[in-house]
């Protein structure tokens, strides 16, 4: 069974920096990509990041680029959103989710696997 297992969500202030974790059970995504969502209330999920596991490629919304990064890290089969210089739009919850073929997928339906979520709040 595959279980995505996202923390490192908490309440900062507006210009701090979180990294959020999606470890990975189950199965591996090594042909696969890695997606990073949001949702904020009254919101619909939105794309925030990808990386195709096997290349190492990520692609960025555009309200976050400059500002988050995504990487992965192969051993321990896990996948990081580095967050900085956080402002109080990116309030949400935020969700990892896989897909095993690999590319650049930035829209939700794609991806069959998701996590739970963790909470990000940003004060201002």
């Known amino acids: 069974q595959v279980q995505l297992v996202e923390s490192g969500g908490g309440f900062v202030q507006a210009g701090d920096s979180l990294r959020l974790s999606c470890a990975i059970s189950?199965?591996?995504?090594?042909?696969?990509?890695m997606g990073w969502f949001r949702q904020a209330p009254g919101k619909e999920r939105a794309f925030v990041a990808t990386?195709?596991?096997?290349?190492?490629?990520?692609y960025y919304a555009d309200s976050v680029k400059g500002r988050f990064t995504v990487s992965r890290d192969n051993a321990k089969n896990t996948v990081y959103l580095q967050m900085n210089s956080l402002k109080p739009e990116d309030t949400a919850v935020y969700y990892c989710?896989?897909?095993?073929?690999?590319?650049?997928?930035?829209?939700?339906?794609?991806?069959?696997?998701w996590g739970q979520g963790t909470q990000v709040t940003v004060s201002s």
């Open positions: 990386i195709n596991w096997s290349t190492g490629g990520t």
């Open positions: 189950g199965r591996t995504f090594s042909s696969g990509a």
């Open positions: 989710a896989a897909r095993s073929i690999g590319g650049r997928w930035t829209v939700a339906s794609v991806y069959p696997y």
